[in-house]
Every structure is written in C-alpha cells, then in structure tokens.
C-alpha cells in the first residue's frame, strides 16, 4: 500500500511513518498543506491521510479541492476535532473516514487496510465498457475492440469526463474547470479543437458519431 501523509507535527509525523513502514506502508509525507494537491495529482497512491490543521491549505480543504477536480481515491481526515459539526464538515469535504487525535496505531493501521481493500476493488471495477470501446481508467487506454486508440493525456481526460457522464450534456465550462482549472488560458476553442481530433481517432464510419455538439453549451457522450 502508498500512502501520502500530510502532517505539520513533525514527531507526529515521523512516528506515524516509522510505525506505517513497519507494516510494510509505503509513505510519502509532506508537511505543508499547500502541497496536498500537487502531490495526490501527480502520484499514485492508495490512501491519502491528511491532518485537518495544516499550514498553507488545510487538510480538509485541501480534501474538498481534490474531489471536485475529480480526486476518487481514498482520503482519511487526522483531527483533534471531535463535535459531531466538524466530523460532518470533514465527511462533506469528501473524506472516507475521520480520526480523532489522540488514536491507537492499530486503529489508524485498519482503517488504512479497510480503506485500501475499497480502493483495489474501486480500481478492478474501472474498466468500462461503452459500445465497441473499452475504457481502462486504470491504465489510462482506450481501446476500441482489440486495437488501442492513441490519445494523448488531454484528450484522454476529456474523453473519460464525457465517459462519466455518459447521455449528459456537459458544458465547456466544466470541461475547462475538471481539465485545466477555470484560472488558464485554454479558450473554447481549444477544447472545440480537442474534441474534434478524439472524433476522429474514434473514427466509427458511417457517419456516427459518439460525441455529440450541443450547440452553445457542450458536448454528450452517447454509446452507438
């Protein structure tokens, strides 16, 4: 298992390192609460364990940013909080589990099994299946019947939102924010440009086409 530890307390924080790679835990720890979100996006791991206060971002922020940037792995809140508001708070900043400081290693060690078993069956599951495609999420490969698509990593990310919500319309808007985040530069049309050249790596003949342009708004993934 990879775990990242976000942990401002520096004895905390090497003591709960120490006692996790004594059970064979990977972990990555970083100190600063800013850093969350570079370092959850850029690696992979099973389970991220992140204190609530943290300099910079707090863990909880830093929680919710993750999961509407589309973060799915398993998050687990670290807090001295203890009222029945603020566990609430941190479940609805999209936290899997919450523990309460001061806790017994072997429970934070559970949780971090329980929590990684729901990641590895959340992983075999992310195979998807739309028409004649085959979208490993996992591996990040498109396939369509045996032959692999070649897209490159945006116009995969692209392809996966619209995948996610397949037989919805969704707008640029959201395009830009879950793909390059509001505050770029990236135009409508360079996603207009982007869509079209998934199009025609799709290629299904005959004049289909899954990807659907809803005039003025976005775009709709439909299986054929």
């Not at 609530?52 to 909880?60: F, I, R």
Request: one cysteine or more.
């Amino acid at each position: 298992m990879r775990v990242l530890l976000a942990e401002d307390d520096p004895k905390l924080g090497k003591l709960i390192q120490y006692m996790l790679e004594q059970n064979e835990i990977s972990v990555e720890w970083v100190k600063r609460g800013d850093e969350i979100f570079d370092y959850a996006t850029y690696e992979e791991y099973d389970v991220l364990v992140l204190d609530w206060m943290m300099p910079g971002e707090s863990g909880v922020a830093a929680c919710k940013r993750l999961r509407e940037h589309g973060y799915e792995r398993a998050i687990l809140i670290l807090t001295a909080r203890d009222t029945l508001e603020d566990r609430v708070s941190g479940l609805d900043a999209g936290a899997d589990d919450y523990l309460v400081k001061p806790f017994e290693f072997a429970e934070l060690l559970a949780r971090l099994r329980a929590l990684g078993r729901r990641s590895s069956q959340k992983i075999q599951q992310d195979v998807v299946q739309i028409g004649e495609f085959t979208l490993n999420r996992t591996a990040k490969v498109l396939k369509k019947g045996e032959a692999v698509i070649q897209l490159s990593p945006r116009e995969f990310q692209i392809f996966d939102l619209l995948a996610q919500n397949i037989g919805i319309v969704v707008p640029r808007e959201i395009i830009l924010d879950r793909i390059w985040g509001l505050e770029s530069e990236v135009s409508s049309n360079n996603i207009d440009s982007y869509v079209k050249l998934i199009r025609k790596k799709l290629d299904l003949g005959d004049g289909k086409m899954m990807i659907h342009t809803i005039r003025g708004v976005g775009y709709k993934l439909e299986a054929e």
